[in-house]
Nanobody, 121 residues
Framework: QVHLVESGGGLVQPGGSLRLSCAAS????????MAWYRQAPGNQRELVAT???????DYADSLKGRFTISRDNVKNTVYLQMHNLKPEDTAIYYC???????????????WGQGIQVTVSS
């Protein structure tokens, strides 16, 4: 079994910063790509950023320059540093990971439970 747990969310004022973390644990042999998504009320879940095992990153065009994704392969953790936050960044943020579980031949996609980020004065 593999679990992803997000942390670091909360309430922040416009213009502020937050750093989200997502730690993967369990029966993991290796992790390929990891990613952050978000879903605002009434909206579909959207991609925020992705990062490969080697550190290659990709971002939603609208978020480039404000958000930075990174990872620690030893800790099986992915991070999302968010700066200059705006009210429209308010959403539930989810991480996912392409995991090869121990004893399996197949890569599986696992999701975290999500964490709330609220940007408001």
């Amino acid at each position: 079994q593999v679990h992803l747990v997000e942390s670091g969310g909360g309430l922040v004022q416009p213009g502020g910063s937050l750093r989200l973390s997502c730690a993967a644990s369990g029966s993991i042999y290796s992790i390929n790509a990891m990613a952050w998504y978000r879903q605002a009320p009434g909206n579909q879940r959207e991609l925020v950023a992705t990062i490969t095992y080697g550190g290659r990153t990709d971002y939603a065009d609208s978020l480039k320059g404000r958000f930075t994704i990174s990872r620690d392969n030893v800790k099986n953790t992915v991070y999302l540093q968010m700066h200059n936050l705006k009210p429209e960044d308010t959403a539930i943020y989810y991480c996912n990971a392409d995991v090869l579980p121990r004893g399996s031949r197949y890569i599986q996609l696992f999701w975290g439970q999500g964490i709330q980020v609220t940007v408001s004065s």
